[in-house]
């Protein structure tokens, strides 16, 4: 029996409650099973696993990569995307049960993140253009055949969250600071309504741009239908834990702030404003959890300076 890390272990029960206990138990059951149907080989888990089962494999001559998980909207809108983007601009989804939460993906390589690049401009410029070929206009019919809005997730939905934050701290707004939380509720309807929706990554960060023979491509797509802007917030707060040095983290945000509007022919204040909503929607993602909140909110308080 293959031997899993504690905490993820822990992780899967704690966010999926009874259905990620089940998931435990059924996992050795579940490789052997798509291990065979998909002629998989010397499987291999990942040092890192988090929310999901993710092993290197053989299959024939090729490397490949297994992802598992508790079936949930979540998986469903990453393979949907997946289906959509073809191989452009991310890896190739190579088989998948939806049903099952089960994928079988193109392992890139050499798979090196573009965290691992040292010089922040250029990795801006390659984060800006991979965008770019992500970005998708919404079919009318999702792959298989059904509709586009039940297979992605709406961006909406995900800042209907900052809804519950006054109820949660009883009308009060807990580490939220009040001038951030109400400039970002202020413009968060304008930004909402821009005009250019498309299909987005929706976790677009460093971590997940990764080096291959076909050049910068992403992985783990959470397929977000909202408009292109949003696209931003995840990369501006990443690689997580930046902000420590806070002069440089601020050099460092002007900077991809002017990249961006460069590249993407956007105004700054497009940029920042969808920075700053990122980065209270992560705070209260944090809260919700359990998790620390501070980073998220510390970066929203360095966008509010940026000019």
Known sequence: ??????????????????????????????????????????????????????????????????????PRDELISEIAALQLYNGKGACRLLEHEEERGAMLLERLKPGKMLSELGDDDERTHIAADVMMKLWRDIPYQAPGGSSAISKFIKLSDWFDALKRIRPHFDGGIGPFSREHLERVEAFLP??????????????????????????????????????????????????????????QFKVQAERRVSILAEHLDWQRQRIIRWSMAHAILSAWWAIEDGLEDEYSLRCAELFSEIK
Do not use: C
Not at 24 to 52: C, K, T, Y
Not at 223 to 236: H, K, L, N, R, T
């Open 1 to 70: 029996m293959m031997d899993l890390p504690a905490d993820f272990v822990q992780n899967m029960r704690d966010v999926f409650g009874q259905d990620g206990k089940q998931f435990i138990a059924d996992l050795p059951a579940l490789i052997d099973e798509f291990a065979g149907r998909w002629g998989l080989s010397d499987i291999q888990p990942v040092s890192n696993l988090s929310f999901n089962f993710v092993a290197i494999a053989r299959r024939g001559s090729d490397n490949v990569v297994l992802k598992l998980g508790v």
């Open 190 to 247: 304008g930004l909402l309504a821009e005009p250019d929706v498309t299909l987005m990554h929706g976790d677009f960060h460093h971590f997940n741009i990764l080096s291959s023979d076909r050049g910068w491509l992403v992985i783990d797509p959470k397929g977000v239908i909202g408009p292109a802007g949003y696209e931003v917030g995840p990369f501006m707060i990443n690689p997580w834990g930046s902000v420590a040095d806070v002069n």
